[in-house]
């Protein structure tokens, strides 16, 4: 349902313990398209977020204790309603997010089998049985920790909240979610919608929105305080870095995922329609505003100039314009603030002897997709993850340089190898310092049961199936003594 007034949903409120509640003010949810108002979000502080944490601390006993094909049911509740309100997501991610119709399609389905995925988790294994050598029956088991506090990012709010709480929710958690101030509604209330609707007990998962201004007094209740056992970050590595060590000194488990300056390495035995494709969508799906972008494409010298030329030919023809327009690929970055660093970045570059191949242009926040050659290791571009729609492109003489260029950065999140030769491609593999690569395709990939996560600056942890329930479980040793273990006679 519409805003009579807005473009944008009725806002019911925080949702808090199975009830929505109002908040003491609220601020502007912006469309970036067009910059108008799109709603009208509750803005909380850290007063509503210790309620949230205290009804979650609360629920935890009934939920962790619920059987387990009980809670495998609420996920896949949750996941066909999800089906049956996707348009309304796309809508919300289109709007709110400045994302394509296809990117928001793209989400809406993986969604779903997040949920789906965190259900079938919950048949999996829990532990094991180890030897004793005493003779006792002895047990290793996951256990779930108890408050989880999710902190999503804006980029792709649909996947990034999801994989953030659904498989720690499925084994027993219970979730109080901070949305990023940029898509409250699309990675945050809406959820709360679907999970009210789908039945999920009242203090199972609560959500918190902010503005920006508010933001870290909500992030600091959620990392200090002592009911919360562990914390879900998606985001920039600067505030991941703050938000881990937090958690350190509390002693207290995170998964955080943080940026990438990811590469597609493209080896002269390439198939050149695959790798121009592979760069042409992993530099500038979603306007290049996805932690696994393809920023640097690096191109073996013998066949450099044809890569180039075709390059450049397929992504001229990328559509730029609001996103209500479905044919409109490339849409606004998310603010001013991108639009900033993507500039200052571009300056530098061409200030230093970069050459500007394609775009480059920049109107409001639309930043067309652009391509840079010339680079140098000294450039800001060359070393700061861009987060817009640019790609540097860049030749090597063999694989050993190949490798030296993609490790040549602080992150290690995803890359992609382009080669006839998977072998090649595979013994390459193991020298690049990434925590994921992907062969014969581009570095943006995500499966919801794949260990999804980076190395380096790019993250500790790992989200996705079995590797969740790694992250937000504890490991308990219990035994069982029938070996009648006697104990030394001075005892």
């Not at 997501?89 to 928001?104: I, L, M, R, T």
Request: with cysteine.
């Amino acid at each position: 349902m519409l805003d009579n007034n807005l473009s944008g949903p009725v806002i019911k409120g925080l949702y808090i313990d199975g009830q929505w509640q109002a908040a003491p003010s609220q601020f502007d949810d912006i469309n970036p398209s067009d910059g108008k108002i799109w709603a009208h979000i509750p803005d909380a502080g850290a007063v509503e977020t210790k309620r949230a944490i205290l009804a979650a601390h609360r629920a935890f006993p009934a939920w962790s204790s619920l059987r387990f094909q009980e809670r495998a049911r609420v996920m896949l509740k949750i996941a066909d309603i999800w089906d049956k309100r996707a348009q309304d997501f796309v809508n919300a991610a289109q709007h709110e997010g400045g994302g394509s119709y296809g990117k928001g399609m793209f989400e809406a389905g993986h969604v779903s089998e997040t949920f789906r995925a965190a259900a079938g988790l919950c048949y999996g294994s829990i532990g094991e049985i180890l030897p004793s050598q005493h003779g006792k029956f002895s047990t290793a088991l996951r256990v779930p920790t108890g408050v989880v506090g999710v902190i999503s990012p804006w980029n792709v709010p649909g996947i990034l909240t999801s994989r953030g709480f659904a498989f720690a929710m499925a084994i027993g958690n219970t979730i109080v979610l901070k949305p990023s101030e940029e898509t409250p509604y699309a990675g945050g209330l809406f959820f709360a919608e679907v999970l009210d609707e789908a039945g999920v007990p009242n203090g199972v998962f609560n959500v918190i929105t902010a503005s920006r201004g508010r933001t870290p007094e909500v992030g600091d209740e959620l990392i200090d305080n002592p009911f919360v056992k562990g914390i879900s970050f998606t985001g920039s590595t600067p505030v991941g870095r703050r938000i881990a060590a937090k958690c350190g000194a509390h002693l207290k488990k995170c998964c955080i995922e943080l940026g990438g300056k990811d590469s597609l390495i493209v080896l002269d035995d390439a198939d050149m329609e695959r790798a121009t494709s592979a760069a042409s969508f992993g530099a500038f799906f979603h306007q290049g505003q996805i932690c696994m972008s393809v920023e640097k494409v690096l191109v073996h010298e013998k066949i450099y100039e044809e890569f180039l030329q075709k390059f450049v030919a397929r992504a001229g023809k990328i559509k730029t314009g609001n996103t209500a327009e479905k044919s409109n690929v490339n849409g606004p970055l998310i603010n001013a603030k991108q639009v900033a660093r993507v500039k200052s970045q571009l300056d530098d570059a061409v200030q230093k002897g970069a050459k500007i191949v394609l775009g480059g242009g920049i109107n409001g926040l639309f930043v067309d997709p652009t391509i840079l050659t010339n680079v140098t290791s000294d450039m800001d571009i060359w070393r700061d993850e861009t987060f817009g729609p640019v790609a540097v492109v860049a030749s090597f003489r063999n694989d050993a340089e190949a490798i030296i260029l993609n490790n040549d950065t602080e992150y290690g999140l995803s890359c992609g190898i382009i080669s006839r030769n998977e072998q090649r491609a595979l013994d390459m593999s193991e020298h690049l310092e990434t925590g994921m690569c992907h062969i014969n395709c581009s570095s943006i990939n995500d499966e919801t049961h794949a260990p999804f996560g980076g190395s380096k600056a790019s993250g500790i942890g790992r989200h996705g199936g079995k590797w969740a329930m790694e992250t937000f479980s504890e490991t308990r040793w219990i035994t069982m003594d029938r070996g009648g273990r006697q104990y030394p006679p001075a005892f």
